[in-house]
């Protein structure tokens, strides 16, 4: 049986982003996501959540880089659980995401130009193609 593991989220760092190395130098980057619930609960206080989200390589680097704490991401990925046994010898587990993809969103920094937000992208004709035949990569097989 196939099963589904998917999750979207968008919030706000609560926390600047932790940048470490695996022994074998692959760059890994923790997250601290918080998520407010779209309803109020009973006392008519709006809740949030707290998630650690796990960034791998590249991405997890540009995270650490450009990311600061307050900053608005989205995230796209998977739930994973583990579990190890403490340093007092309890038993701990946690579940996290682990980011396929994040998104930055919202402004760096309130001071900051407008401008250092937009990104300049050159669109060549080459890019608009006309024929609406799928070309061989398009193709999907089932």
């Known amino acids: 049986m196939a099963g589904l593991n998917s999750v979207v989220m968008i919030g706000n760092l609560t926390r600047d982003p932790e940048l470490r190395y695996t022994p074998s ?13 779209n309803f109020p609960n009973q006392q008519g206080e709006v809740e949030t959540d707290f998630f650690n989200v796990i960034v791998w390589r590249g991405q997890a680097e540009k995270c650490a880089e450009y990311l600061t704490k307050g ?6 990925g998977r ?52 024929d609406l035949e799928p070309r061989e990569e398009d193709e999907v097989v089932f």
């Open 71 to 76: 900053r608005q991401v989205a995230v796209t």
């Open 25 to 37: 130098g692959v760059p890994v980057c923790t997250l601290r996501l918080a998520v407010s619930r």
């Open 79 to 130: 739930l994973q659980s583990r579990s190890w046994e403490g340093a007092d010898g309890q038993k701990r587990s946690t579940v996290e995401i682990v980011a396929d993809r994040v998104v930055f969103l919202g402004r760096r920094d309130r001071g900051e130009d407008m401008m250092d937000d937009l990104t300049e992208v050159d669109l060549s004709e080459e890019d608009f193609s006309t």
